[in-house]
C-alpha cells in the first residue's frame, strides 16, 4: 500500500492556495492529508501549507507503533494544525481571514482513520460502490440534511462555496471523525481505494466519473493527472488537489 497526491492551479485562479501531503509513518502505517486554503490570497496559502505539515510533522513525532488510540493522535494532530494557524494570525496583522479546510486519512493495519473540517472530500471506492466518508460542513449540506433542498437543487445554488467550519480564527474548527476496517489480507484490501480532495474536484466531476476514473488504472500518477485533467476539462474553475491510497 502506498500514497501519492497532486495539486493544480486550475484553469480561472491565479494562485494555488490548496496543499497536500503524504507520509509512509511506518512498514504498514500511511497518512494523506489534502487542505483547501480560504480567506485571500496570502492566508489560504499559508494555512493550508501549515495545516499540512504541522499534521505531518505531529504523526512522525507522535505515533506509537503498539499504540491504540489513533482517534486521538488524529484529532490531536488538527488540533495542533489549528493552533497553529491562529498562532500566526496574532502574529501577522496584515493578514486577514486566514483559514484551510481539511482532510487527512490515517490507514493501519486495514483500518482506516478519516477527519474532515469543512468541505475537503474522502471517499472509499471499490469496484461495486463509492462512498464518500465523510460530510461537508457547508451551508448546502445542512440545508440538505434538513430536507430543505435536495442535491441536484444544491449543484446550482448561489451558496456552494459557503463553508461552516475551518481551521483558523474566524470558524468552528471542531472535526469529525470516521473510522472503517477494510481488512489485514491484501485479498481484502486490493479492490479498496482511498480518495481525498479539495472542492475543485468533486464538484466538476459527478461520483461514477470519479469512480471510473480511480478503479481504472493501476498507477496513482496517471489515476491523480486523469482526475485532474477531468476536472480541468469541465471548467476547472478552482484549485484542484487530490490524494490517493491503495
Avoid at 186 to 192: E, I, L
Wanted: hydrophobic share 35%; aromatic share 6%; charged share 30%.
Amino acid at each position: 500500500m502506498k500514497a501519492s497526491c497532486r495539486s493544480d492551479k486550475g484553469l480561472l485562479r491565479k494562485i494555488n492556495q490548496d496543499w497536500a501531503e503524504v507520509k509512509t509513518i511506518s512498514d504498514s502505517s500511511i497518512l494523506a492529508v489534502v487542505c483547501d486554503g480560504i480567506g485571500g490570497t496570502a492566508g489560504g496559502e499559508i494555512a493550508s501549507k501549515t495545516a499540512s505539515e504541522k499534521i505531518c510533522r505531529y504523526f512522525e513525532k507522535n505515533f506509537k507503533l503498539d499504540e491504540y488510540d489513533y482517534e486521538s493522535l488524529v484529532l490531536g494532530s488538527i488540533n495542533v494544525a489549528n493552533n497553529k494557524i491562529l498562532e500566526i494570525s496574532r502574529s501577522k496583522n496584515d493578514i486577514q481571514n486566514l483559514g484551510t479546510t481539511v482532510v487527512l486519512a490515517f490507514v493501519h493495519h486495514g483500518s482506516i482513520y478519516v477527519a474532515n473540517v469543512g468541505d475537503s472530500r474522502a471517499y472509499l471506492i471499490s469496484d461495486s460502490k463509492i462512498e464518500q466518508i465523510t460530510k461537508d460542513h457547508s451551508l448546502l449540506q445542512e440545508l440538505i440534511s434538513e430536507g430543505k433542498i435536495t442535491k441536484e437543487e444544491a449543484k446550482n445554488s448561489p451558496n456552494k462555496h459557503i463553508i461552516t467550519r475551518a481551521l483558523g480564527p474566524n470558524s468552528n474548527s471542531q472535526p469529525e471523525l470516521y473510522t472503517r476496517f477494510i481488512g489485514l489480507s491484501a485479498d481484502q484490501t486490493k479492490n479498496f481505494r482511498l480518495l481525498l480532495c479539495s472542492d475543485g474536484l468533486n464538484k466538476e466531476l459527478k461520483d461514477d466519473e470519479i469512480k471510473e476514473i480511480v478503479m481504472k488504472h493501476e498507477d496513482h500518477e496517471i489515476i491523480l493527472e486523469r482526475l485532474i485533467q477531468k476536472a480541468k476539462d469541465y471548467g476547472g474553475s478552482d484549485n484542484i488537489t487530490a490524494a490517493i491510497i491503495f
